[in-house]
């Protein structure tokens, strides 16, 4: 039972949550289209109807009473369309939305952390009250009355719109005995099937807002009226699927009594109920067969569209498989690598042993892309942030979203969240000019821009966060850092870069001021930490006057890597095979010395650096002599450099281990050193950091 | 030799704790450098003595590398040399003794383990304030030889 409550809590916050994204960017396009069109205003209702709906069924009173009151705005928006509302008050709408779903969401985030929902929620009731009426005043008198009546009409409406025509249906509902809360039950069931058919008529009218009516559903059952029978068919299928539903009748009134029945809803029943014996086969447990073939179909299109494809699956589970399937890629190695199969020939062995890597290569595939999310989430958030801080700031701002479709792994979108909204907020509040005449002057278009993308590359996704504000100003950056006393060297030897770089070192905050929203000098050194934590980088560039551009590149997954294994003396490391370009033997007279004696190559018409690991390292080796060994070349651009290892051990795929926690104490990542990795016999092997390790060589004596 | 300590230890507690009940503790010792230090043997994970050290680059000496112990990734520390004495050479006694200090892993490189004995915690006493002696947090004397050193484990993380 707890669990299955957990199951519904969990179900429940799931569906708020994208509900309330949703909402935010319906809001956000009606926004920025200054109305909301009849389709947003239609969404936004039915958005805050199976919220309410949802939420009553959990017993969230905060929750529901806040979307019970949105709905009832937007009934009456819906009811008088929008262009009854001038736009002085349509901005207010606008702040109102947003200030409600900002509850609504801190009150689903009260329910994810555990904490007890708050309890009153009258103020917010009298702002929706006092706008709902504002507007209404504007409107005629009569349509206010309308809405004070709004349940007697609709029971009216239930009476009058029942099948004139006489091709009209009813569908009795019965609930399970004792199930409970039945008029909330047939309120959910009325919303699911408004989602295909809007005219759904239904008696007792009033079940979402009368609790009374619990007992006539118990009593009478709930009635549901289709204009036609084809409607009435497609519905089954979402009553079928409901639960608590006990059983269904299908009522059809025959044409003559029509007349009769129009009067009201509460005599339909007993005539109704006298055709039960004049339908064939009426219950659910024996449809008719002619009704079972057209109804899954119609109700595919209609509902299935984006929800029949996709499951949702606990975040541990995928986390789960995917330790395994590192544990899988370990032992394929250690089975096909195994040294007692050594010197043997094994013909049919190396063939399974082949099919075997590559089933585990495309499992492994497989695993990665179920993580894989687009980073649209993290990005849509964003619209919202520049929303409000353009707003409050007084600035106006808009972003561009570019490559919201990259996916990459979900625990990379998690934490890229906060060192995004952290970059957007700086570049709102401090990278944007203050005024829009600034920006004239400067010869900018009035209206500031963020753009944010993210793309691939190969092996890593980049992000960028760039703003075409005033930019960061190297003198003032120095002035700051010295007076909080970051500076290690003199300030004439700073370049751009370290300059720019200073921006990311602890308790450091260009703004003079704390605003709301940055400049508590935490927020960049932040940035830097979680992107670190996730094995990336940040690296900020900027043009006085011109802008400023953040970006960050995260390598896409963390877990395995293809690795090259290479010898030093005793030791073993690994390289990753996305880092080498070539690896080659030497000749003595290829060796060219620079005056410290640094020992240099030429290769491609370029020449580069010899690093020799066992000297990096201290590393006991007989190979000492260059020709003797083998070079690695790996790295990129200015950070490209050749490594001298003893051998070349072969190429294997492996599982990235972080090293211990005890030894992070040591500042083990500047040496060069991303992680280790478990081998197949059993030893560990160090994997190489290559950027990281050419940072390190600037110390290293030759 | 246990039972040695055992009798002693009840005299000493029933000399100095006539009225106040308190359950002994248990610890390993261990010999480093002819040095016998005591761990309290919640700590202990496991003793082992098979195992290959892979050496980690650029840390301090006492630091000997990490071990792979069933898919766990331990670093190994020379008690001797985190004493700043000569560094161990692994001998047919020498083993590590991993141990588990919140929830952290760590293996510490010891000439020989002794034994597992009942101590009283109230039997302890604390290091003389100019001790430069590092991670011991008390000192008990045995004999008129033998002292046992406690080590502080918590220090030993830091």
């Known amino acids: ?702 | 030799m246990t039972e040695e300590f055992n009798e002693m230890d009840m005299e000493r507690s029933q000399a100095l704790n006539v009225e106040i009940k308190e359950e002994p503790k248990k610890f390993l010792t261990f010999l480093s450098d002819g040095l016998t230090f005591a761990i309290d043997a919640t700590n202990v994970g496991e003793i082992i003595t098979n195992y290959s050290i892979t050496i980690v680059p650029n840390v301090p000496s006492f630091i000997k590398g990490i071990i792979n112990l069933r898919g766990q990734i331990i670093p190994i520390i020379d008690i001797r040399e985190r004493m700043h004495k000569m560094p161990l050479e692994g001998t047919d006694t020498s083993c590590i003794i991993v141990l588990d200090i919140d929830s952290t892993s760590i293996g510490i490189f010891v000439d020989a383990v002794s034994h597992v004995v009942d101590i009283y915690e109230s039997n302890i006493s604390a290091m003389p304030p100019n001790s430069s002696q590092e991670l011991v947090k008390g000192m008990m004397s045995l004999s008129k030889e033998q002292v046992i050193l406690f080590l502080d484990c918590e220090l030993l993380l830091q």
């Open chain 1, 1 to 702: 039972m707890d669990n299955g409550m957990e199951n519904m809590l969990d179900m429940y916050l799931f569906e708020t949550n994208s509900l309330l994204e949703q909402l935010d960017e319906v809001l956000l396009d009606a926004e920025s289209a200054d109305t909301f069109t009849t389709d947003s205003v239609n969404e936004i209702f039915r958005i805050m109807h199976t919220i309410k709906g949802s939420s009553a069924m959990m017993e969230f009173s905060s929750l529901m009473t806040i979307a019970h009151r949105i709905e009832d705005l937007f009934f009456f928006i819906r009811e008088n369309t929008i262009d009854s509302i001038d736009e002085e008050h349509k901005k207010e709408l606008f702040n109102l939305m947003f200030f409600s779903t900002d509850m609504l969401r801190a009150e689903v985030e009260k329910l994810e952390n555990n904490e007890p929902l708050t309890s009153n929620v009258d103020s917010f009731v009298e702002k929706v009250n006092s706008f709902l009426n504002k507007i209404s005043n504007k409107t005629d008198e009569t349509e206010t009355a309308k809405k004070e009546g709004e349940n007697d009409q609709k029971s009216e409406n239930c009476s009058t719109e029942l099948p004139q025509d006489g091709s009209g249906a009813f569908l009795k509902v019965t609930f399970d005995e004792g199930c409970g809360m039945e008029n909330l039950r047939a309120f959910m069931l009325v919303t699911s099937i408004k989602d295909i058919y809007e005219n759904l008529t239904f008696y007792p009218s009033d079940v979402e807002t009368n609790p009374d009516t619990a007992a006539v559903i118990i009593e009478k059952g709930f009635l549901l009226g289709f204009d036609t029978k084809q409607t009435l068919e497609t519905a089954l299928n979402i009553v079928q699927s409901s639960g608590n539903v006990q059983s269904y009748e299908i009522l059809m009134p025959p044409q003559a009594e029509q007349e009769d029945n129009v009067p009201a809803a509460k005599e339909n029943e007993p005539v109704a109920q006298n055709h039960i014996d004049a339908t064939p086969a009426p219950k659910v447990q024996a449809p008719t067969p002619n009704i079972q073939p057209s109804a899954p179909n119609t109700n595919v299109t209609h509902v299935g569209a984006n929800k029949q494809s996709l499951i949702s699956v606990n975040l541990s589970k995928l986390d789960k498989l995917m330790m395994l399937m590192g544990e899988l890629v370990i032992t394929e190695s250690m089975v096909t690598s195994s040294p007692e199969l050594q010197g043997l020939k094994l013909d049919n062995f190396t063939k399974s042993a082949r099919q075997l890597r590559k089933l585990t290569d495309d499992l492994q595939d497989t695993v990665m892309s179920i993580r894989m999310i687009p980073v649209a989430g993290a990005f849509q958030k964003m619209n919202r942030i520049v929303r409000d801080m353009s707003k409050s700031l007084n600035k106006n701002v808009r972003l561009t979203i570019i490559g919201e479709d990259t996916e990459v792994d979900k625990t990379i979108v998690d934490s890229i969240g906060d060192p995004i909204m952290h970059m957007v907020r700086n570049s709102m509040d401090h990278g944007i000019e203050e005024t829009v005449e600034e920006r004239i002057r400067a010869g900018k278009n009035p209206q500031g821009e963020i753009i944010l993308s993210a793309e691939h590359t190969g092996s890593e996704v980049i992000i960028t966060i760039q703003d075409d504000g005033k930019g960061a100003d190297p003198v003032k950056i120095l002035e700051k850092a010295r007076r909080n006393g970051i500076l290690t060297k003199p300030e004439s030897e700073y370049s751009q870069k370290e300059i720019l770089a200073l921006l990311m070192a602890p308790g450091f905050s260009t703004n003079e001021q704390v605003t709301e929203y940055s400049g508590r000098g935490v927020g960049m050194d932040v940035v830097k930490k979680n992107i670190e934590k996730i094995a990336g980088t940040v690296t900020i560039t900027s043009e006085l006057g011109k802008g400023m551009c953040t970006t960050m590149k995260i390598p896409l997954t963390m877990a395995i890597v293809d690795g090259m294994e290479v010898s030093v003396g005793k030791s073993i490391f690994t390289i990753p095979i996305s880092d080498i370009k070539q690896s080659f033997k030497i000749t003595p007279e290829e060796i060219i010395y620079d005056a410290q004696g640094q020992e240099i190559v030429k290769r491609m018409d370029n020449f580069y650096p010899i690093i020799r690991v066992h000297r990096l390292y201290n590393i006991d080796t007989e190979i000492t002599n260059l020709e003797d060994g083998i070079l690695v070349w790996v790295g990129e651009g200015d950070k490209s450099y050749c490594l001298f290892v003893d051998e070349l051990m072969g190429e294997q795929q492996v599982v990235v281990k972080p090293l211990p926690s005890y030894l992070s104490t040591y500042n083990i990542k500047k040496s060069g050193i991303a992680g280790c990795t478990i081998l197949g016999d059993g030893n560990i092997s160090i994997i190489l950091d290559i950027a990281t390790l050419h940072h390190n060589t600037s110390d290293y004596a030759y």
